[in-house]
C-alpha cells in the first residue's frame, strides 16, 4: 500500500470541505468560509498570522490566473453575441436548426450530442462557447430553459466527452501510465462504464427536467427570447436580410475553420480556446464595423467592457471558492511553500490514497473505493488532478484481487472526471452557467442526483466486469 502520513492541514481541509458541502446543502453563501479556509490552512502549515494573511490574497491571484482564459473567453462571446443580437444575425444564424429542434426534448438531445463530438475533438471548454452561442436561442424557442440547456452540455461534454477522451486520450494516457498498462485498455475498459454512465445519468436528467419543466418549476422562456430575437425586430442595425445572411453563413465557415485549425494542427485546452476567442474578437469588430458605421470604435469597446463587466461579476464570486480548492492540489505549495510532508501528492491525493489504505480488499470494495476516491479527488474541480492516484490504486488493488486493473482504472477514471471536470462541483461549472445565463450552483444542484446515480449504477457494473 502507499504509505503516506497524514498531518493536521490534511484533516482541517478536510474538516472545511465537510462545512462547505452542508453549507451548501443549506444553499448558504461560501465564500467567507473558504477564506477562512485559506487563513486557517495557512496559519497551520506556516504558524505565522502575516503569511497566512498573504496567502488569502496570494490565493486569490493564483485563483484568477488559473481562471483568466475562462474569464475571458466568455466575456469575448457575450461581447460578440450582443452585436450578432443587436445587428440581427444572430437569428439568421439559428433560424435553418428551427426546422429541426421544434420542441425541447429533442433540443436536449442535440444539443447534447453535438456538445460531445466537439468535445471529444477539441474538449468541451471551446466547445462550450461553440455550442451555447448557436443552440442556446434555439433550444429556448423549443421551449427548453437555460437551464435545460446547461445541463445537456454539462453532462454530454464535462461528463460523457470528458472523462471517456477517446481522440485527445489524455486522461486514459494519465490513468493507463499510472497503473502501467496500455492505453488501449482502459479504453476498452471503459466503454461499457461509459455507455452505461451516459445512458443513466442523461436519461435521469432528461426525467427531472421534464417533471419541472410540466410543473412549471423551471418556466421555457420562450417569450422573452421572442421578444428579443424576432426577425421583424425594428431594432436590427443591418436592415438587409440577404446582407445578415451572407455574414451568418461567413461567421459558421469562420468557426468550420477553426474547428479544421484545431484538428490539424491538434490545438486543444487552452490552445483551442485562444482560436476561438481570437475569431470572436474578429467577427465582434467586423460586424461592429458594418453595423454601428461611424459609432464602431466605440461600440467595439463599449461591447467588449459590457462582456468582461459579465465575465468579472459571474467569476467574481467563483475565486475565492476556487482559491480553497485549488489548495487542494499544487497550488498549496506554490502560496505556502513546502510545508506539506515528502512524498505528499497534494492534500486532496493523500486524503484518497489515505481512504484507499484502510479498506478490506474485495472485488466490491474495490470498486466502491475506486469511485469513491475518484470523486474526492474531483473536488477541486479540475478532474484530471487526481486521476493518475486512481491508476496508482487501481493497481494495488487488481494485484490483490488477481485481476481488473484496466476496470478499476477506467471507474475511477470516470468518477473523478465526471465529479471533478464540470458536472457537480459548481466552481467547475462556471463556463457551462455563464454562456447560458444560469447560476452555477444551481446547475450543479440539478445535476447530482443523475449524476450520483449513474456512478451507483455504473459502480455495480464494474463490480461484476472485474
Sequence with gaps: MINLVLTPL??????????????????????????????????????????????????FVYAAKELMPTIFIISIITAMSNTLMDSGINDEMVSPFRKVIKNY????????????VLSWFFWPSPAVALIGALFLPIAKKAGLPAMGVAISMNLFGHGIALS????????????????????????????????????????????????????????????????STSISSPSMLISS???????????????????????????????????????????????????????????????????????????????????????????????FGKILPEGSNGIVNDLGAALANNVPINSTISAGTLTVVGAITGLDGSGFSGISLVGSISKIFSTALGGGVATLTALGQIAGIWVGGGTVIPWALIPVAAICGVDAFELAKKNLKPVVIGLIITTIVAIFII
Excluded at 105 to 116: K, L, N, P, R, T
Excluded at 215 to 223: V, W
Design 10 to 59: 490534511h484533516y482541517i481541509y478536510l474538516i472545511f470541505i465537510i462545512v462547505i458541502i452542508l453549507a451548501m446543502v443549506k444553499k448558504k453563501d461560501i465564500s467567507l468560509l473558504c477564506i477562512l479556509g485559506i487563513f486557517i490552512l495557512g496559519l497551520a502549515g506556516t504558524e505565522s498570522i502575516y503569511k497566512s494573511v498573504m496567502g488569502v490574497f496570494n490565493s
Design 241 to 335: 436580410r440577404k446582407i445578415r445572411r451572407f455574414l451568418a453563413l461567413l461567421i459558421l465557415v469562420l468557426f468550420a475553420l477553426d474547428i479544421f485549425i484545431m484538428y490539424i494542427a491538434k490545438l486543444q485546452g487552452g490552445d483551442a480556446t485562444a482560436l476561438i476567442g481570437g475569431t470572436a474578437i474578429f467577427i465582434l469588430s467586423l460586424i461592429s464595423i458594418l453595423a454601428y458605421k461611424e459609432k464602431s470604435l466605440d461600440k467595439i469597446t463599449d461591447n467588449l467592457v459590457k462582456g468582461l463587466q459579465f465575465g468579472f461579476k459571474i467569476f467574481g464570486v467563483v475565486i475565492p471558492i476556487a482559491a480553497f480548492f485549488y489548495l487542494g492540489d499544487s497550488a498549496f505549495t506554490d502560496i
Design 164 to 227: 471517456s477522451d477517446y481522440i485527445i486520450q489524455a486522461a486514459p494516457k494519465l490513468t493507463a501510465d499510472a497503473a502501467s498498462i496500455p492505453v488501449s485498455e482502459v479504453i476498452s475498459a471503459s466503454i461499457p462504464l461509459e455507455l452505461t454512465m451516459g445512458i443513466v445519468t442523461t436519461v435521469a436528467a432528461f426525467y427531472f427536467l421534464r417533471k419541472e419543466i410540466k410543473s412549471g418549476e423551471l418556466p421555457s422562456e420562450y417569450e422573452e427570447m421572442e421578444s
Design 105 to 116: 426534448w429533442i433540443a436536449y438531445w442535440v444539443i447534447g450530442i453535438f456538445m460531445m
